[in-house]
């Protein structure tokens, strides 16, 4: 477990959305202007590529953190399909119908062949040549999971009646109804994103903030200090 900053900011799902990070990030550098502690952490809880259409920009700025704070980036299933894309390129008929293809298309990388169909071995050859070493060392990085004394924080959510300790990053990056559905008290706070909400859902034992970003336009943070929770919006 890692000591709780005085204020950690944790920011919902991006998918391509550069726009929307750097509005956030402007938000957050105004919202450290007024009283803000010694200590701070910025989070994000994954899905910073597909269906939006700058992906690339996106894991630029965040492999180079650009906030005013410490930062800590947190894997999301999106992420994970790209991993696997690149080492099984059929995984590409999955991954070309959830936003792939604008993550590829970000890499200068010619997507006809794929909207097709075809041309997977093609597409996760090119990509492993278009990305940097330092966009390649930020996916290599990313954590599942991250816990701050009262709250835990994931991508999607956790199993009920399962310790945390001992989520299985399937879960961790992947479930939706048995975690959302639950009342059960998961021993913290769960901060999670990946099921897209018209607002914020701050439950007793989860916080959900995925907004949707890449539809909505509107990109949410979570403000936590302690007890308290407070939201930041860029749209």
Known sequence: MSPAPGRVYVIGDI???????????????CDLETAAPADCLTITLGDYIDRGPDSRQVVERLANNPFPTRF??????????????????SIGEVWRRVGGLETLHSYGIDVGPMMQGRGYEA?????????????SDFFSSLETSLTLERYFLCHAGVRPNVPLAQQNEEDLLWIRDEFLLSETDFGKVVVHG????????????????DTGAYLSGRLTCAVLEGERVRLLTAS
Do not use: Q, W, Y
Request: glycine share 6%.
């Open 123 to 135: 597409a996760a050859t090119a990509l492993r040549s278009a990305l940097s070493p330092t966009h």
């Open 194 to 209: 990946h099921t897209p909400t018209e607002k914020p859902e701050i439950c007793s034992n989860r916080i959900n903030i």
């Open 15 to 29: 998918h391509g959305r550069s726009d929307l990070l750097e509005g956030m990030i402007g938000a957050i550098s």
């Open 72 to 89: 800590v980036a947190l894997k999301g299933n999106h992420e994970a399909i790209l991993e696997k894309f690149l080492v099984d390129p």
